[in-house]
């Protein structure tokens, strides 16, 4: 046993101040765990202090895209649907006026590293330019797309005007009012981004390199007579236990005829929003045939919604270049008649890439120069593991996380890895991350945590860390239930293949939340099983 001045200054130390690390701190808090967030950002909200682009908003619509504490819902309403960052900012501080997080938040602080220290049972968390701290739990809560992707374009420190990732759009804002814009790529910040800017700039070129399938969202503004109280609490509970943590399910009886089929794919397009993606037929992401189905659909919403033929086939594809929701859905308002507007050009990043980024502008394969002021890119994010390993992990006896994750990852239920007792995973790699609703997932994934925290310390155990084998099992099944799906057929952020030199897997538990609640409350309710304690 450690002595007195080697017991941690810390029970718990979160790293992420978002949906997921606030709730954790609130919970922890409560049961009298001395807990520590801190946070990169001077705010907190996670990503939505950072996403201050053009037309960012969420594509979950609420109520569910928030906490179920009824101390927070009560006397809080939203304006429209699908709420925006300024909103989604507001509710944070909304939720700070009634739980006061911020005095248990360390802001402007960059978490760079943590090592385990194995005689102490204990966790010596670095940060940069600022104190180390010890705690008995690490939590990291650092989110699936905290660590932006950035092509290696040639010369792109010579560029001289504005030039971002999406996820660091200046705080102050951009004028990009009459400029010459370039926005690389095409999902779900650079779909919102382009909608938003068409009408505003002088020109606008989009690089695609492949089309996104873009969903209609049906926005909407929202009266307080409609968002009724009553039902909130059934609400909160019924998204414990649906594929996605929303309010609907997947549609697992596939209708016989074509016919049918049409009718049913009508229903949920016009429901908007999510629907045609996670509450389609669940033969969709299983089926070959079917999926072409479903994207046969989609193909004749949108065609007429593009004048130019070349740009229908770039935007909408006689023939898919990957199966319908395998990569992330995104939801859109007017972002095919951008497309027919004189001021937006069309690139096929594809064939066409850039090759060299000049001081005014970029140079395509082919030979054209495109001359730019600002030069937007929304290249997507290393997303679940990257946050994680952007951290310099040292677990029992020095190991490194990163080389051990260097050729594939391995968890315990997608909450803990073997060989780093008391470090935890929110929103992190094999669990139902980015198949599952946000502030849904931060619950149900912070309740096992708080649970934990409090089995360790009721049986004095100071150390919790999955077996090898438990985790070799979890992967397993991960791995196995995402390749009985079309996933694996795509390269894209769920497998990893978006990052050069990334291993392909399946990054995240595809069981479904329902599924997924019932294994990890099964480990709480048998003593875990799977895990040593000490």
Partial sequence: ????????????????????????????????????????????????????????????????????????????????????????????????SKLHLKKDVLFNTRVVGADFDDANSQWSVKT????????????????????????????????????????????GGVDYAGKKVGIVGNGSSGLQVIQELAPSVGHLTVFQRNPTYALPMRQRPLTVAEQDKARYTALYELRRHTFAGLDAEFNVQLDPTPEARHAFFSKVWDDGGLAYWLSSYQAVIMNKEVNREAYEFWRSKVLPRIKDPAKQELLAPANPPYYFGTKRATLEQQYYEVYNRDNVDLVDAKNNPIVDVRPDGVVTKDGTFIELDVLVLATGFDSVTGGILNIDLKGRNGQSLREKWKKGTWTNLGLMTHGFPNLFFLYGPQGPTSFCNGPTCAEIQGDWIVQTLEYLRLHDHKELDPSAESEAGWRALTNAIGNATLLPETDSEYMGTNIPGKPKEVLNYLGGLNDYVKRINTTVAQGYPGFDKN
């Avoid at 907190?44 to 609420?62: E, F, L, S």
């Avoid at 104190?131 to 420190?157: C, Y």
């Fill in 128 to 171: 940069l330019d600022g104190p180390e701290l010890t705690t008995r739990h690490l939590i990291l809560a650092t989110g699936f797309a905290s660590k932006a992707f950035v092509p290696n374009f040639p010369n792109l420190d010579k560029f001289a005007g504005p030039h971002f990732h999406t996820s660091r759009w200046p705080q």
């Fill in 1 to 96: 046993m450690g002595s007195v001045s080697n017991r941690p200054q810390y029970d718990a130390i979160i790293v992420g101040a978002g949906f997921g690390g606030l709730y954790a701190l609130h919970e922890l808090r409560k049961r009298n765990f001395k807990t520590l967030v801190i946070d990169e950002a001077p705010d907190i909200g996670g990503v939505w202090y950072w996403n201050v682009y053009p037309g960012a908003r969420v594509d979950t619509k609420v109520p569910l895209y928030e906490f179920s504490n009824s101390e927070l819902w009560k006397d809080w309403v939203w304006s429209e649907k699908y709420p925006g960052t300024r909103e989604i900012q507001r509710y944070f501080e909304h939720v700070e």
